[in-house]
RNA sequence: GUGGAUGUAGCUCAGUUGGUUAGAGCGCUGGAUUGUGGUUCCAGAGGUCGCCGGUUCAAAUCCGGUCUUCCACCCCA
């Protein structure tokens, strides 16, 4: 009985146009991040599980992918349990491991267990999958590759400075249009205890974070019903107005945390001096979600397509805390692959230029010319032209038809006619035009880049 | 995790109040044209109507379940 093809939800293939355009945006990535003195590493996909729980907060860990203990998983489930139908208790028995829900707190454990071979700050980059057990929407995937930056075991924040400078530069090199959101959670406390709730900034941040979406009044309504005072909310709304750095300094001098804040951001965006790009603007309503982040956070939204942020970061003081090394602070941000790939399709930003096949392909008449043309087809390939040729000497219809619908940019006709003569016909499969040549001369028309 | 829509040929979609062999366009294969593709003409292949079950003499059509995709929340890249 045949299984009918498909993926899993959540996840898809990937076709040679697709892999080679991703590619495109990892490469400027990568290139980036190498440019600043960031270094690959990579994980494994899996990690224990009990290193990924609780770093997510509740919303996160229900969205882990657990893997089903090997062998007879069930003997070690009290029957209790079982009966019960108690999921949350019976997990931690039949699962050990899990599929990484992202890449920084993997990276954590990493520098910890790799203390000793590694010099601090540590500055590294990693694009791998991560796995999400979300429900899948546009945008959104089960599995998706994350880019991520990061440098540990410093506190200065030239680092912030230096992450903004490469969110920016990445999206330039890229031609996509962004804006490049960045706060302090330190703020977002000052303001909590200037209106004094302290005690409910979560709330707060979480409702801050829609004012864009819903507005000011819906906002407030949200403060109330998480059980926010009026006044209160009034007091936050009041806040977030500010413009600028300095009046909101101004309003929180009765908040050391809220005064730090400001004095992060501003130390950092002093590294720019006048050079500040142009689309990154100082944001208090930002919250962001994951709980590890204690100062500087950053999220970067396309300008036009509508879709959830394609990249986000910023500073945990302590995420190596729980691994057995405390005291060692860190920043870094992420970009999100498929976002950016989807908003680049989405604005045709994708150059035309991107080689998506071979160059050339080699078209023979006969038998004879087509054991010909494989000698042909070497010679270019070692001259380093991507070339193909076609299995065999079928119909010669047949064959441009191949080449046409490929999408190969030139057919080299070899027939008797060339054999003898020595010189070969290229046609260009997009202009129509045919020209003849000795082999030198064919290989030079091939490595001229075409526009 | 909550609420709502969706699924018919490779793709985009028709399909009447349930009623014989489920259609179109594009694409695909072959030919017209035995050394020239993208145009035209002709012919052909391709569907257990997402899957499972129910109602009925009869189901693509009605009902239930399930899966997928999408939308709004939640959250996030």
Known sequence: MAI????????RDFLPE??????YIFDIIRSVFERYGYRPIETPAMEKLDTLTGKYGEEGDRLIFKILNNGDFLSKVPGQILEEKASNKAVSMLSKRALRYDLTVPFARFVVQHRNDLQLPFKRYQIQPVWRADRPQKGRYQEFYQCDVDVVGSASLMYEAELIAIYAEVFEALK????IRINNRKILAGIAEVAGIADRMIEMTVALDKLDKIGAEKVAREMTS???ANDAAERVLQLIQLSSLEEMQAAMQDSATGVSGIRELQEALAFFGETLPANVSVDFTLARGLNYYTGFITEVTVDGPAMGSIGGGGRYDDLTGVFGMPGVSGVGISFGAERIYDAMEELGLFPASLELDARVIVLAMDADSHKHGFTIAQSLRKEGISTDIYPEPAKFKKQMKY???RGIPFALIIGEEERNSGMFTLKDLKTGQQTKGSIEEVKEVLKRPSL
């Open 18 to 23: 697709q892999v080679i355009r991703r590619n």
């Open 4 to 11: 009918k093809p498909s993926t899993l939800k959540g996840t």
């Open 176 to 179: 996509l249009p962004v804006t």
């Open 226 to 228: 998480k059980g926010i």
């Open 403 to 405: 080449a046409d619908q």
